[in-house]
């Protein structure tokens, strides 16, 4: 289908067209293009329509001003991933060739895509595209499973969607030697934990949780994602798991978040089965604090409404200056796809 851009008041507009128009330059672009290609040019389409209303300048590696703090893409899932990551100027702007680049999903639990414990394949397939693209060397797509690493492997499809990308590793971090104890500079609760040695060598991290309900801290994003590049976890159920959150996220600090809130699972979440609603959203940032406050905002949790303020990790981590949760106050990009 076209792009369309959507917005309200200064934030977009809706460009309709005409339905028949629609569809033959759908099948005409389906007939010439292969999918990759095609996807590429409703990217672009969607943002010269953007350029011509707002005002932005384009360039070849997208908005050449006005870059907002956070990027929302509602659509298909490849489609709104690449758009999300476009309007934050492109993967070009966190990945250089050569690159060895590690992408953290949420793949710990053997759930299928449907459930919505766990990160769609098809985002993390195209944020993989898109490293490639800009040239990475190497893409790692890694998480320390709870359940068992190969049934994770095989039940949130995200390793026969990516096993056959050239140079791209889809893997549990399980041993023991794959860690390496560090201290934690100005910690408050976590002086010190052992981290997945990849993540401390990767030259860009791309977080790419999914929007799920959590029973310890209500909600897990990004930042909680992060728990996955730490050797034991559980350990932090123990004490302040909120303040443990914002202490390893002051080593472990991804350089892209992209939220796949394709589909949300609200209820009994981190694992479910629950209430998993259909919300076709991507969101992305540079800021993981900014990025977990709107995806808190963006949904109802168990039916209802909540704050960036009513989560304690996102809280204390805009308070200790890892980020903003004022979402109020930032600059935020819409496109409908």
Not at 72 to 84: H, Q
Request: net charge positive; aromatic share 6%.
């Amino acid at each position: 289908m076209i792009l369309l851009l959507a917005g309200q008041g200064e934030k977009g507009a809706n460009f309709m067209g005409d339905r028949k128009q629609r569809v033959f330059l759908t099948e005409w672009m389906n007939k010439n293009f292969d999918r990759r290609e095609f996807l590429k040019l409703q990217i672009k389409s969607a943002f010269c329509l953007a350029a011509g209303t707002s005002g932005l300048l384009l360039t070849k590696k997208g908005l050449a001003s006005s870059v907002p703090d956070i990027s929302v893409a509602k659509g298909s899932r490849a489609a709104a991933t690449r758009a999300a990551v476009e309007i934050l100027g492109g993967m070009g702007s966190f990945v250089n060739k050569g690159n060895r680049v590690l992408i953290k999903p949420n793949m710990s639990f053997a759930r299928s895509p449907s459930m919505g414990a766990t990160t769609h394949p098809e985002v993390v397939k195209e944020l993989v595209f898109m490293c490639k693209e800009a040239g990475a060397s190497k893409v790692l797509i890694l998480d320390h499973t709870l359940d068992r690493q190969a049934n994770c492997l095989a039940r949130t499809g995200i390793y026969d969607t990516c096993k056959e990308i050239s140079d791209t590793l889809v893997a549990g971090a399980e041993s023991a030697n794959l860690y390496q104890e560090k201290d934690i500079p100005n910690s408050k609760t976590m002086s010190k934990t052992d981290i997945l040695k990849e993540a401390l060598k990767a030259d860009v991290m791309i977080a790419a949780p999914v929007a799920k309900s959590h029973s310890a801290t209500g909600v897990s994003f990004s930042m909680k994602g992060m728990m996955g590049l730490v050797y034991d976890r559980r350990i932090m159920h123990r004490g302040e798991l909120d303040s443990s959150i914002v202490d390893i996220c002051t080593m472990l600090k991804a350089d892209l978040v992209v939220i796949d809130g394709s589909r949300v699972l609200s209820t009994k979440g981190p694992r479910g089965p629950g209430l998993v609603l259909k919300e076709d959203t991507i969101i992305a940032s540079r800021d993981m604090v900014s990025a977990d406050a709107y995806a808190v905002s963006a949904f109802t949790w168990s039916g209802k409404k909540f704050r960036p303020k009513n989560v304690a990790h996102i809280r204390e981590a805009h308070e200790r200056g890892l980020g903003r949760m004022d979402i109020e106050n930032l600059n935020i990009k819409t496109l409908v796809l």
